[in-house]
Structures are given as C-alpha cells and as structure tokens.
C-alpha cells in the first residue's frame, strides 16, 4: 500500500512465488493449482477496465471456490450460471448476448469480422422491425446544379 505501483506490483507477485514455492515444498498444496492461480493472477493484469476487473475478480473466487469444494464440475456448473445469467440481461430492452442468444443468422454478419458496409443492406432484426432495409448509400447532401437548385 505505501509502495509506489510499479514496485508494488512486483514485490506482490515475488511474495506471492516465494509463499507459493513453499506451500508446495511444505506439502500443503499440489503445485497444479498454484500455476493455476498465478496465471489467473497475471491474466488480470491484461483488462483494462477497472469495473470489469473487479468483476472478473469476484467471478473468479466464486469459480475457484466451486473448484475447491467440487472438482471440475464445480468449474462447469459454476460457467453454466454464469451463462444463463448473461443470456437473461437485458440491455435497453435487447438481450445482451444479441444475435447468439436468440439466434439470429443474418445479424452474426458483423460480430467477429467486419463486413463492408455494401454488404449490410438489412438492419438487425431486433432493431429494425419497422423498416427492415438500410437506406442507400446516396443519402448525404447533393451537389446543386448551374441554375442554383439542388437536383
């Protein structure tokens, strides 16, 4: 805490090998899970976010308790309420795991790759159930003609 960040950091993780390496040498723990949770350690290093962060903090202890206390299904069951639970979210009346939720083919078009914008010709199917086709691609401001007036 009185540390500076940077100094911090690394004296924590030493501490945290140096405290590991000796729980498996006393016996008290497989050095298995002490990999394990020093990576998760490490990889909570990489979210930027520090509300997602805490999230993910959280998340793991309730994981790494469902471990200690029922093995890998522990693991599994734990991930399976998570996922109900994020198919349940609702974000301004959509469900938040749109379009692989509720599935929806021609919407999964622009999740992992970027389509170009020519190939979008439908809006997604939870949004654009009024008018369901995009309008072209000539809707800016038109250049006028000799006489002054716009064509």
């Known amino acids: 805490m009185r540390l500076p960040k940077t100094i ?3 004296v924590s993780i030493v501490g945290g090998l140096v405290i590991g390496q000796a729980a498996v040498n006393a016996g008290y723990v497989a050095p298995i899970p002490v990999i394990v949770v ?7 290093f990489t979210i930027p976010s520090y ?3 805490v999230s993910i903090r959280i998340l793991r202890f309730f994981l790494l308790l469902l471990a200690s206390i029922l093995g890998g299904v522990g693991i599994m069951l734990g991930l399976m309420v998570i996922l109900i639970h994020l198919c349940s979210l609702r974000s301004f009346g ?11 083919t021609g919407d999964i078009k622009d999740t992992f790759i970027r389509v170009p914008w020519w190939a979008m010709v439908t809006r997604p199917r939870l ?3 009024k008018e369901p086709v995009r309008e072209g691609n000539a809707q800016g401001p ?8 716009e064509s």
């Open 8 to 10: 911090g950091q690394a």
């Open 38 to 44: 020093a990576m998760t350690a490490i990889a909570s």
């Open 51 to 53: 509300a997602a962060g």
């Open 94 to 104: 959509v469900p938040y795991l749109t379009p692989f939720a509720p599935l929806s």
């Open 127 to 129: 949004f654009g159930y």
């Open 142 to 149: 038109t250049k006028p003609d000799k006489r002054g007036e």
